[in-house]
């Protein structure tokens, strides 16, 4: 089984948010509520980049680690999923997750949170594969019909990639072999103790 | 006439655009053929060597989600995983053996001079009232807190993800709802109890003596509450207040607080409500089990006048100047 990653060639993205778009669409991700962002480093200053953020789906997830109803579990895939039949809308991912993935709709009494909402990696949940009810809980799950994430899919630049961690990885490397230049796979030594070695 | 000047003035453009070119031709040779724009660029480990986070600008109306990568969340993780179980389970696991060895060794203290046939009124109705309002909202926050820390390890296991979902999605309601009585009879508690618990030199010598815990027939003498129970009052006190504090931090997210702020409180409120918790236990203890006539206090409110005249020796004295003698009465009345 492959063990699926993202990575965000910043050298390339342009923070044009249509991987932030599709997704929504993709998914009909309520308001307020976004499972990937661009945020832009150093913005309007020399040595400006633009990464994409969604959650990375990581090794050993903190989240799941958290978790005091133990909602999460990971695919064959390596992709960090949760339940949200289970969750009880603590917060506590959200504290523990490097990236700032988990999502809260505002619900009820207080601040409090609703049903914790994410990154699938287009994986859909717990329910069966691209029923409705998974639909609706998580959204597409275009992984079972054979297809990648769409916000990588749609990036206009490839500057973000989704797929089998040694495959991105390696197509990255070509990339900055070939143009001489890359400022790293960000936030892969964060999520997969990890890095792109060139 | 015109004609002219003007073709005259287009050869000169022309003359200018070639010169142009002419000259700019070994100009675009010089440049390099590659460069590294990422020489220039932020580089995403000297970001996080720095300030420890990568933060930015970001053009959704979630002005949070800024911050790309914070690894304090890794800290968070091991404290919440790690550090707080154990300091947890030991405080709490500890002050249980504690206790049981105390009462292999020591045994219940009893009335040293037997039940008197006279009953004496300790706590009226008012202050019974304040102590079960925090003593009960104290303890369901604390089992529902509990479930929180430990729940998964202990709980989850036994009755299955489904059940224990609905129970900690129960356990979080009474948790957000009973935090509001429990703050409440802190406020009353302190405003009725806080001139009886100010220390004075009778706590030192009630110190000295061990409080009379260790060794039967020794009691050393007390006002309303001795020096152990003001040690309890002031736990509660500064405990629950720092519980209130970090709480409704907790029960309001990022009102004002940032992520940093939220993952500090909610350490703060799992570490005092766990030694707290243990606190009490001991306080529980005493209170029932541990000593003979002590319930009475906070059950009916009144108490053996011999109970009284052994742990509260001063307290009696004044009561009884106070009502000329009339503050005890005889038991036969009831
Ligand atoms: C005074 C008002 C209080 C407020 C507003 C409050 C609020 C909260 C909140 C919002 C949480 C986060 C978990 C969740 O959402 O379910 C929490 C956790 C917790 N609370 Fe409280 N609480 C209060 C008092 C107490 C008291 C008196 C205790 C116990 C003696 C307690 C023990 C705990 C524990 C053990 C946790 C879980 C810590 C962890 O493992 O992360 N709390 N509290
Ligand atoms: S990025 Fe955050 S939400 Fe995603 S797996 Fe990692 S810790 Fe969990
Ligand atoms: S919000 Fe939900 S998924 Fe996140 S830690 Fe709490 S219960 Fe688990």
Known sequence: MARMKFLCDADRCIECNAC?????NEHEVPWGINRRRVVTINDGKPGERSISMACMHCTDAPCAAV???NCFYTTADAVVLHSKDLCIGCGYCFYACPFGAPQYPRVGNFGSRGKMDKCTYCAGGPEADSSPVEYAKYGANRLAEGK???CAEMCSTKALLAGDGDIIAQIYRERVLKRGYGSGAWGWRTAYKDTVNV | MRMPILLWRRCLA???LLGLVLLSGPLAAQQPTSVNPTAASVQEQQLLQQLQAVQGRISIPDQRANVLIQPAGQDWRAFHQVTLPWIGAIAILG???VLVLFYMSRGKIMIDSGPSKQRIVRFNSFERFVHWLTAGSFMLLALTGLNITFGKFLLLPVIGPEAFTALSQAGKYVHNYLSFPFMLGLVFMFLVWVVHNLPNAVDVA???AGGGLLKKGVHPPAKKFNAGQKLIFWAVIVGGVGLSVTGLILLFPFQGTSIADMQLSQMIHGLISLVLIAVMIAHIYIGSVGMEGAFDAMGSGEVDLNWAKEHHSLWVQEE???TGG?????????
């Not at chain 1, 932030?20 to 929504?24: E, G």
């Not at chain 2, 009339?326 to 009831?334: C, K």
């Open chain 2, 326 to 334: 009339a503050g005890a009465r005889a038991q036969a009345a009831e």
């Open chain 2, 14 to 16: 022309v003359v200018a």
């Open chain 1, 148 to 150: 990648l994430p769409l």
């Open chain 2, 95 to 97: 002050m249980l053996a």
């Open chain 2, 206 to 208: 009630w110190l000295k």
């Open chain 1, 20 to 24: 932030v778009t599709a997704c929504k």
């Open chain 2, 320 to 322: 009884m100047k106070k």
């Open chain 1, 67 to 69: 978790c005091p109803v």
